[in-house]
């Protein structure tokens, strides 16, 4: 993933925790998925192959859109966290925001 977009993902994510519309962890993604809240997951790149098949399972399951990006590490750093392997997105308009830049990421 090329470290411009890379930083924009960062940038949107930090945000969106600011306003408190990150669910981040294993409980509260569960949670958010399972209440309907979650709009969009993401998983961390280098997250362990259990832990990323039980949040793809998850996300197909409910119907969450499901995006891999970032490290752990990175990817906990821009929720003020020590690591995370995955967040889920409680607001349309970050999920949109990230939606296109995963596009743009595709071209």
């Known amino acids: 993933m090329a470290e411009a977009l890379e930083q924009k993902i960062q940038n949107i994510l930090s945000m969106a925790q600011r306003a408190r519309l990150v669910a981040s962890g294993g409980l509260a993604v569960e949670q958010a998925a399972k209440s309907g809240q979650a709009r969009l997951m993401l998983i961390a790149e280098d997250a362990e192959h259990s832990s990323r098949a039980k949040y793809l399972e998850m996300a197909d399951r409910y119907g969450i859109p499901c995006q891999t ?5 990175k990817l906990g750093a821009c929720l003020g966290k020590e690591y995370r392997a995955a967040a889920a997105l409680l607001d349309d308009g970050f999920s949109k925001s990230l939606m ?3 596009e743009e990421g595709k071209n």
């Open 69 to 73: 990006a970032l490290s752990r590490e």
């Open 100 to 102: 296109r830049l995963f």
